[in-house]
């Protein structure tokens, strides 16, 4: 039988797997149901924040205009729980068919999650998506992949 932290992690990687399928699909309606209601994400484009799930939804709605189909790949999660909150960081890529059907490889990004169990369900409760910085330009650096094989400390 699974110790409690072990069902914990694996509800959460069963979250952000679904999150990846919503993504893929463009579902809106059921990515809702993934997030805390008072959300609150940084993501790479402007505001510096959007705060609850519709502010949430609406950016995702945004990204969607721009592409016909969407790939969302995330690679090397890393995640520590607790008994009800938990945080998890990655590296995630979106990328598919835009519009006039040119295709993306897209970018790849520094994903960090917060999440809260709140009545009984693991909730995203925090996301922030961000791209180096190169300081001498004050411009991100886009061109970038992960490592193949993840270098994490142990515990």
Do not use: C
């Not at 069963?14 to 999150?19: A, C, E, Q, R, S």
């Not at 579902?27 to 505001?47: C, E, N, T, W």
């Not at 969302?72 to 059907?101: I, K, P, Q």
């Not at 791209?131 to 992949?145: I, K």
């Amino acid at each position: 039988m699974p110790a409690p932290r072990e069902t914990d992690e694996a509800l959460i990687r069963k979250l952000v797997d679904t999150t990846v399928d919503r993504l893929r699909a463009k579902d809106l309606d059921g990515m809702k149901r993934l997030y805390a209601p008072d959300v609150v994400s940084f993501d790479i484009d402007p505001p510096l924040q959007h705060a609850g799930v519709a502010a949430k939804l609406e950016n995702w709605a945004r990204v969607f205009t721009f592409f016909r189909d969407v790939t969302y790949e995330l690679r090397d999660l890393t995640l520590t729980v607790g008994d009800d909150v938990a945080f998890g960081h990655g590296f995630g890529r979106l990328s598919g068919t835009l519009r006039d059907g040119t295709a993306t490889d897209g970018m790849w990004v520094r994903v960090t999650y917060g999440l809260r169990k709140i009545d009984g369900d693991w909730l995203i409760a925090h996301d922030q998506v961000s791209v180096p910085l190169d300081v001498a330009t004050g411009r991100g650096v886009v061109d970038l992949e992960p490592a193949t094989a993840a270098v994490h400390p142990s515990p």
